[in-house]
């Protein structure tokens, strides 16, 4: 098993940033898709940004040119760095890592605890 520790959350204006990362708890023999997903109230989980193993990268719409994703290999640590925010954006996000813990295991998906924003004047 592992855990994905979140940070990064918080309260800011519009238009400023912050710098989500999610932190697995252990090492893991391989990563392989990563993705951000946030969640408003009253409202469905919805798809922010994500990175393949190959590193192509994808982004809801809503967020393209603000938003980015990458991935610290060495510290199995993913990011999301987000800029211009808007109130929109206010949510609870979400990592999401499909890995193999060991080379003996299947891919297998796991989630993060959340991480509040909160984007308002």
């Known amino acids: 098993q592992v855990q994905l520790v979140e940070s990064g959350g918080g309260w800011v204006q519009p238009g400023g940033s912050l710098r989500l990362s999610c932190a697995a708890s252990?090492?893991?023999?391989?990563?392989?898709?990563v993705a951000w997903y946030r969640q408003a109230p009253g409202s469905p989980r919805e798809f922010v940004a994500a990175r393949t193993s190959g590193g192509a990268s994808n982004y809801a719409d809503s967020v393209k040119g603000r938003f980015a994703i990458s991935l610290d290999y060495a510290k199995n640590t993913v990011f999301l760095q987000m800029n211009n925010l808007k109130p929109e954006d206010t949510a609870t996000y979400y990592c999401?890592?499909?890995?193999?813990?060991?080379?003996?295991?299947?891919?297998?998906?796991?989630w993060g605890q959340g991480t509040q924003v909160t984007v308002s004047p």
């Open positions: 999401n890592l499909q890995v193999r813990l060991t080379s003996h295991s299947r891919r297998t998906d796991y």
């Open positions: 252990r090492d893991i023999f391989q990563i392989n898709n």
